[in-house]
């Protein structure tokens, strides 16, 4: 409804809106949904995209196949944990793993702002053959295109990725159902903070490493023990909140979930008190979301706690059919709240 | 986490509650002037476990939110100027002025860079020497004290490419405005812990005593909000006004005198229009013509655009705590933090935004 529907009046504070792109476009809040939706799936409209999935699953012959892109534009290129290279590699790597596929092929696609140092291209390039290696991923085409010194920043990177989906495997966000219950892999908000500690402009020093790593063997193997996953999203933009809010979305379901059940380390916590930053819309690039029947979790939950990258997994919370879309946390105090998706950014608080 | 922790503790909190509980009640209206305490009050939602008799009223609190169109404006203005970086507190970037907010500024070209401390403003003019660095200093007593520092620190490097727009804001006029308005009545006032940690709070005896009104410096997390409005409901009960200091790790009757002298050697007392609010004498604070080449405003002369805001923004009134942010017409339809039009629904402690963010669909939550 147009605002003069509702008042009467036009707004006196003029708004601009939606006429430029702006940062909040790409935080993976509402405004990027809003962006998706009004633009991209209006215009690409089909199947595959509107299954609002990491990736798109599809048959090809006798062969179920799992095709992701995703592009890296991290600034500072080096952080704590990683950089933009091994990020790029094991991000793909990633999506790939949430479709219920075997990473098998990426493609690299490097924008290149000229001046840009060939050392650190080195030590990027490196990592990005260590992380493929480990993920038993080959890098089998690329691309290169160097732009004018300030229309580019540094270095961006286009991962896309292919692999194969075993029979009987379904994930999608239209599966969840009541009484799913909904695993998280591990601590969050460590890699957005140790990025945004890392930030030139912010004299700002933390222990805080990113958590950037492939998870493709912990998927494989629940995969083999729990063939019944419905759902399977590493929480990157936008964070675990804004993540169980897509889902909560796309299966029109609500989702409930227990603040002293989400794990984040201290010291991580503390950069978000100074910050004023909610850890539950903070970003991660090595952790997950498992959505699956209730009568699975348990045993889902030893399968990735034997694994190092999932042993501080954890049960927390569960899907109920009432006031679809929504996702409620019970506070760490007994009370509870509805957990929005955030529009933009979060922005630092001033006090 | 070390005094954290603590003060996010259920069992102790179910204490506080009983205690609350166990107080001969009647209906009563408290205020938190806070913008970070009503934060709070959402975040962990302090009002479910209250009884009905216990009101809570959002106070002034948010310096953002407070901020006028005015400042913003100018401060939009120099920042699309060539040359000019404006280094700004991150939640202010979304704030509407009379045209656009800072962040469409930038997405129009603008320079604008966030901010964690005014220290940041004064490491950019020092690598940036060829570009005038402003820093938009907003904010109550707590971050004046910081922001007059950045101002000392560029007058001993001789730092000329330094400036400052200054649109701080005092508290103790704030509330007296809002105790001595026909309006509204309250029964007790959470007093800010962290402006208190500076001013001390000889201020919030001068105003128990004035208004006949309680009056508890309260801190910020869970068991010091339930404790703060404990204490206040016990004098209410009793009929009596006294000032009580709940945030005594924190807080003194003197305060910080050193940060009091930086802001007195910086600054001078000037009237200030608030959003909302409008005019209040003596509540905001102004460079002093000694530190003068630092003042943006009286350098580079920044367009001021008159502006009228939307008749139907009650924020005014929410900021006084005479509504709350659900009697709002635009509330969640015209206004959103996507598209705020009043400031309220901007900050995270603006008392819209925590709203819209944590009780909007309250309904929900019922019978669950």
């Known amino acids: 409804m147009a605002s003069d529907e509702i008042t009467g009046i036009s707004c006196p504070v003029p708004q601009v809106s939606n006429e430029k792109i702006t940062l909040g476009h790409g935080s993976g809040g509402l405004l990027t949904h809003e962006l998706i939706t009004k633009i991209f799936l209006k215009e690409f409209d089909n ?52 479709c219920g596929a075997v990473p098998m092929f990426l493609s690299a696609g490097f924008i290149i702002e000229e001046g840009f140092s060939q050392e650190d291209l080195k030590k990027i390039v490196h990592s990005m053959k260590a992380a493929a290696v480990n993920c038993g991923v080959s890098i089998i085409t690329g691309d290169t295109k160097v732009v004018e010194k300030g229309k ?13 989906v075993q029979d009987g495997i379904d994930i999608s966000p239209k599966r969840i159902a009541p009484g799913d219950k909904i695993i998280l892999s591990g601590s969050i908000a460590d890699h957005g903070i140790a990025v945004l500690a890392a930030r030139e402009n912010l004299n700002f020093r933390t222990e805080v490493h990113s958590d950037t790593a492939a998870v493709h063997d912990i998927i494989n193997k629940l995969l083999q023990v729990c063939k019944d996953v419905h759902v399977l999203r590493d929480p990157t933009r936008g964070g675990v909140a804004g993540t169980l809010n897509e889902l909560a979305r796309s299966g029109q379901v609500s989702i409930f979930i227990d603040e002293v059940r989400v794990k984040v380390k201290e010291e991580v916590n503390s950069a978000c008190e100074i910050l004023g930053f909610d850890p539950l819309y903070v970003a991660n690039e090595g952790k997950f979301i498992c959505i699956l029947p209730g009568s699975e979790a348990e045993e889902a939950l030893k399968v990735i706690r034997s694994f190092k990258y999932g042993n501080d997994a954890e049960i927390i919370g569960d899907v109920r059919a009432e006031n679809p879309g929504r996702v409620i946390l019970h506070t760490r105090l007994g009370t509870k709240r509805v957990l929005e998706m955030l529009s933009g950014d979060q922005l630092p608080r001033i006090c | 986490m070390k005094f954290i922790e603590e003060f996010r503790d259920k069992v102790e909190t179910e204490i506080v509650i009983e205690r609350i509980l166990s107080l001969p009640l009647k209906r009563m209206r408290i205020m ?28 002034p609190g948010c310096p953002v939110c407070v901020t006028p169109p005015e400042f913003i404006d100018m401060a939009i203005d120099l920042a699309m100027r060539k040359d000019f970086i404006l280094a700004s507190y991150g939640d202010m970037l979304r704030v509407p002025g009379s045209g656009k907010d800072m962040l469409k500024a930038k997405a129009d070209g603008a320079d604008i860079r966030i901010i964690h401390s005014p220290l940041d403003a004064i490491r950019i003019a020092r690598s940036e020497r060829q570009k005038n660095v402003v820093l938009f200093a907003i904010g109550f007593e707590t971050t004046a004290p910081a922001n007059a520092s950045a101002i000392l620190v560029a007058e001993k490097e001789q730092l000329k490419n330094f400036f400052m727009i200054s649109c701080h804001v005092l508290i103790p006029p704030a509330v007296e405005y809002i105790l001595s308005s026909d309006n509204i009545s309250l029964d007790g006032i959470l007093a800010p812990g962290h402006v208190c940690s500076i001013t001390g709070y000889k201020w919030c005896e001068n105003i128990s005593g004035r208004y006949k009104i309680p009056v508890t410096v309260t801190g910020f997390e869970p068991l010091d909000i339930l404790q703060g409005i404990y204490r206040t409901a016990e004098q209410v009960v009793s009929g009596r006004y006294k000032t009580i200091n709940q945030y005594k790790r924190a807080v003194t009757r003197e305060g910080n005198p050193k940060a009091q002298e930086v802001i007195k050697s910086v600054f001078e007392i000037s009237e200030r229009n608030w959003r909302g609010l409008g005019s209040i004498p003596c509540s905001g604070l102004n460079i002093r013509e000694d530190y003068s080449r630092f003042d943006a405003v009286k ?70």
Do not use: W
């Not at chain 1, 995209?49 to 990736?55: E, K, T």
């Not at chain 1, 991290?74 to 991000?91: C, K, Q, R, S, Y």
């Not at chain 2, 635009?330 to 402690?349: D, H, I, R």
């Open chain 1, 47 to 98: 199947d595959y995209l509107n299954m609002s999935h990491d990736g798109a699953v599809f048959i090809s012959g006798t062969q179920k196949l799992a095709f992701t892109t995703d592009t890296f534009v991290v600034n500072p290129l080096f952080f704590p944990g990683g950089n933009i290279g091994d990020l790029a590699v094991n991000g793909t790597v990633n999506d790939l793993a949430m």
């Open chain 2, 32 to 59: 938190e002037v806070c913008g970070s305490q009503t934060h709070a009050i959402m975040k962990y939602g302090l009002e479910e476990l209250l009884p009905e008799e216990i009101m809570l009223v959002h106070g």
């Open chain 2, 299 to 368: 350098v580079f002369n920044p367009e001021v655009k008159t502006t009228n805001e939307n008749k139907n923004c009650i924020a005014g009134e929410i900021l006084q705590g005479v509504k709350k942010p659900a009697e709002c017409i635009l509330f969640g339809k015209t206004c959103s933090p996507e598209n705020p039009v009043g400031a309220p629904m901007v900050s995270s402690e603006g008392a819209c935004a925590a709203y819209f963010m944590y009780k909007r669909n309250k309904g929900i939550l019922h019978g669950q």
């Open chain 1, 152 to 164: 580019g920043d540094k270095l961006f990177i286009n991962t896309s990725g292919i692999g194969l």
